[in-house]
């Protein structure tokens, strides 16, 4: 066992006497996955990682650790793609996982709330509400190891934004533990509560630099009991908008998910998995994933899904169409969609750039941005996706089969995200769309924020957290 300095025996000994030995992780080999992001391209060093298991405890770790002047780095699923869940090299921080505070407390199938743990992960969370025969409509590809806590402090999208919202729409209450241990506390359900500032949406996406959400209330739906699902490919993404426009007008509310797929991003994610075949018998330069929903019949929606298909191959805007006729049809066509990160993040070498920008510029950024970075390295892979029925596209362009990961990164990796960036701001878009700043997009913000939005940020930042000890150098520039 490696033998703590005198400061980190000092911390290990307070935190033990919080939330006991066995929650306390101090060897080498079981703190290194705490302190490596996902993609494995942040990697720090902790004083240690402690697992509360109830607000009490991470109130109590709080005030000792503002006392001692401890820095403090929350953590949830620890899925994040920008480097904000895990420490710096320093080894002067605790990282605070929340995995233990994992109880779903209360559901209000009157109200359609749920109480929940921020260490709930959001797949438990949507099988608790579909045991009270309701919906959590957040939907993303981590939710088997995501939690309620990040997905709140990094406002968290997905796939069903277009429907239900961002998570920020999805939460009528938390409950946080400041940075000096204080507990503050609204977990009253209310859809109407016109006393004052909305407290709890400064800690939702503030990526744990004002507080530790510990709890929620999330806002639940009525179950969907059928969806019709279909695979559509169209020309370019100007077509993919005009179909947006036409499901919209035809579907109306039933219109649940409109994501964007290129082909580099398909064939990547077929390779990846291996025995799944395209739904559609040829391969097109953009498809579009439409899914609709309802608590009604199947039959009608079915219907509705062919109201919008037919015509559209009759004018040509749509090229060729696949409809699911299973469950295990559309569990396939959604896998194919949900795995394109993953087979990324495998694969190595790719540039994430989660953007977003009004839907009527998005086919001309994409347009544009595809230009500039192919011009950059002709060889380079346009892996494009995203939800494009709230503009957000993951523009995403990965190495060339010739040039390794780091090869291709170190090489074009600063200018491509440069150029997609500097475009986005150009349309009128943000440089993140769900994914967070964390630190990979922290500096970047001085090129794309005004001054006085940095300014407020930082006047936020040390009237809650003046020691600068909760989650320091994520979000915020240093100017």
Not at 2 to 20: E, F, N, T
Request: hydrophobic share 45%.
């Amino acid at each position: 066992m490696q033998i703590p300095s005198p400061s980190a025996q000092h911390a290990l000994d307070a935190m033990r006497a919080i939330v006991g030995a066995s929650a306390c992780v101090i060897e080498p080999a079981e703190v290194a996955p705490y302190v490596i992001d996902y993609r494995k391209l942040y990697q720090g060093q902790a004083l240690l990682v402690v697992l509360p298991a109830s607000t009490s405890e991470v109130s109590r770790i709080m005030t000792w650790c503002h006392a001692n002047n401890v820095p403090v780095v929350p953590q949830g699923g620890n899925t994040s793609l920008m480097g904000g869940a895990v420490p710096d090299d320093s080894g002067t921080a605790v990282v605070l996982n929340l995995k233990r505070m994992n109880q779903v407390t209360e559901i209000d199938s009157v109200n359609d709330t749920m109480t929940v743990q921020a260490g709930v992960t959001l797949n438990a969370a949507r099988s608790a509400a579909e045991s009270a025969s309701r919906l959590f409509p957040l939907r993303i590809g981590s939710e088997g190891s995501c939690q309620i806590g990040g997905n709140l402090a990094t406002n968290a999208g997905g796939t069903a934004v277009l429907r239900y919202g961002n998570m920020r729409d999805l939460v009528l209450g938390i409950e946080a533990v400041l940075p000096d241990g204080r507990i503050f506390s609204s977990l009253k359900g209310l859809r109407k509560d016109n006393t004052g500032y909305d407290l709890k949406q400064l800690f939702i996406g503030s990526e744990g630099t004002l507080g530790i959400i510990t709890a929620a209330v999330l806002k639940l739906a009525p179950q969907q009991r059928s969806a019709s699902v279909a695979l559509v490919a169209v020309e370019n993404p100007a077509a993919a908008v005009q179909l947006l426009g036409e499901a919209k007008r035809v579907a109306g509310q039933t219109l649940t998910a409109f994501e964007l797929i290129s082909r580099p991003a398909l064939e990547l994610v077929l390779d990846y998995l291996g025995k799944v075949a395209s739904p559609l018998p040829a391969l097109h330069d953009w498809m579009v994933l439409i899914e609709l929903t309802s608590g009604g019949d199947e039959q009608p929606l079915n219907d509705t899904l062919l109201g919008i298909l037919e015509p559209a191959l009759e004018s040509g805007l749509v090229l060729d169409a696949a409809v699911a006729s299973s469950g295990a049809d559309a569990q396939t066509f959604w896998r194919i969609r949900e795995e394109i990160s993953d087979a990324q993040t495998r694969h190595g070498g790719s540039v994430r750039c989660d953007v977003s920008v009004p839907l009527s510029r998005i086919a001309t950024f994409i347009e544009a941005a595809s230009q500039r970075v192919l011009e950059l390295e002709p060889e380079v892979r346009m892996v494009i996706y995203g939800h494009m029925g709230d503009g957000n596209v993951h523009f995403n362009p990965l190495r060339p089969k010739n040039q390794s990961a780091a090869q291709f990164l170190a090489a074009h990796g600063k200018s491509i995200a440069e150029v997609v960036d500097d475009l986005a701001a150009e349309n009128k878009g943000s440089i993140s769309a769900e994914h967070g700043v964390g630190v990979a997009k922290r500096d970047a913000l001085l090129a794309y924020k005004a001054p006085v939005e940095i300014e407020l940020m930082w006047q936020i930042k040390q009237a809650l957290d003046p020691k600068n000890l909760l989650n320091p150098s994520k979000v915020l520039p240093l100017t």
